[in-house]
């Protein structure tokens, strides 16, 4: 009983994963705002063909700095 619980649990694990797993790509974008840097992030998203975008870190310093992974 406890071995097929844990292989449930590894196949449902793995189904669930196996999505974002085919397609991860990172981009970076850079401008003078937030909203600006975000823009051309959903801009590359877009151009990309991904489905939806998770930014993963934002710097300031004399502008904006964002980088962002791509989810097909």
Same mark, same amino acid.
């Given at each position: 009983?406890k071995t097929i619980r844990t292989i449930s649990i590894a196949a449902i694990t793995a189904l669930l994963l196996a999505p974002?797993? *085919?397609?991860? /790509? +990172?981009? +970076? &974008? !850079? $401008? *003078?705002?937030?909203?600006? &840097?975000?823009?051309?992030? /959903? *801009? #590359? /998203? #877009?151009? &990309? $063909?991904?489905?939806? =975008?998770?930014?993963? *870190?934002? !710097?300031?310093?004399?502008?904006? =700095?964002?980088?962002?992974?791509?989810? #097909?």
């Amino acid at each position: 009983m406890k071995t097929i619980r844990t292989i449930s649990i590894a196949a449902i694990t793995a189904l669930l994963l196996a999505p974002f797993a *085919s397609y991860a /790509a +990172s981009v +970076s &974008a !850079r $401008g *003078s705002t937030l909203d600006a &840097a975000e823009a051309i992030i /959903a *801009s #590359k /998203a #877009k151009e &990309a $063909g991904a489905q939806c =975008y998770k930014i993963t *870190s934002a !710097r300031f310093n004399n502008g904006v =700095y964002m980088t962002a992974e791509l989810y #097909k």
